[in-house]
């Protein structure tokens, strides 16, 4: 992590952030493109526009595709003039966030895979962008370190990132612990969270209509339906469905699983952050087109994994062995993928093997997950026998 910090230390004070290109991170000029949206909101405002509409305060006149808990930046009087002062602000709690990731690497596999991880181009995507999601990630590591210490404190922070993007709602599986009385908690956010999705009303649809898409730094499930169709002529919305379907029957075998077997794991913030994490990917990828930089939530699935790796044997082995490789694939895609159409002088085959890994990722994910919740969830589970041995 330190190392890291430095490097992100020096490309940002060198304004050498457009280095990054070299791993097929595609840039922007003015640097942190996703602040502006924000900044330029209150020049929006002046002109008595709608920035969730028309913001022409933003370099590209983007609409901001946020709640509008995000004008406030703009309502205290921040403008295009602190962009790089908000970015910085993003960075620093992005690093604060590793700081809650890092005790988790407690061996030298974790270490290194958590490394692997962080390098790749998805976090010098989110960092070159100053892209929001870094805040929430830092919520998210927060909220898996605290889900077993202080688990009101974890709700809050998964609150807050509701809050602000929406989207952490997927994490509340971080709460489920060993013990049946943290449901309360689970309970307690989803209500908050409906009731801010009714209050939202009309602005989620807007928030929707704004919302861009790149299938070059996306992800979701409705990639490769679109792509089919618009490669074929098939039907859009039979794709999508079929699409759909296949997540259906890849976590109905899941769980029907998690009745014969579980994965053990000691409750504790590393299995806290891997349902986060996993939570947060696989509900994002049914949500449809994210870009690339909310893979982030992937690092909190890291250290789990790692250590199934190192007490699995056999088939197990081959499979958590996979899961890993997967993860780091997705997360380096925009590098290697740029060195296949430079070999092969089209993008497309690289396009497709991102969407074969990505569908792997998902059906491997799901299935861990699966085997991972607590027994206490079904009164059938207790009887499932672990595919490891028991931990202490």
Known sequence: MALFAALLAGLVAGDRLDAVAALGVPTMQPRFAD????????????????????????PWGRALNYPR?????????????HSEALALAFLAVFVVGLCWLTPLATTGPRTLALAAALFAPVTWLAVERANSDLVLFALLAAGAWLASRRPVLAAGAIALGILLKLYPVFALGSLLGQERRRALLMAGVVALSGGYLLWLGDDLATIHRHSLAWNRISYGITQLPDALAA???????????GAGLAFAAIAGVALRARGRWHLPAPAGPTLAAFRSGAGVFLGTF??????????LALLLVVPQVVAWCGRARGPLLAAMGSL??????????????????ALLGSETPGLVL????TWALVALLLVALSLGLPAWLRPSWPHARPLLGECP
Do not use: K
Not at 38 to 58: C, F, K, M, V, W
Not at 72 to 79: D, M, S, Y
């Open 35 to 58: 602040v502006r949206p924000i900044t330029g909101a209150r020049d929006s405002l002046a002109q008595g526009l709608d920035p969730l509409e028309h913001n022409p305060g933003d």
């Open 69 to 81: 808990l995000w004008l406030l930046p703009a309502r205290l009087g921040l403008g295009p003039e």
């Open 231 to 241: 490669n074929t002529g098939a039907s859009p919305g039979l794709l999508r469905a």
């Open 286 to 295: 049914c949500l449809g087109s994210n870009f690339d930089y909310r893979l």
């Open 324 to 341: 890993m490789a997967l993860l780091l694939l997705l997360l380096w895609s925009m590098t290697w993928r740029q060195g296949l159409a």
């Open 354 to 357: 991102d969407e074969v890994v």
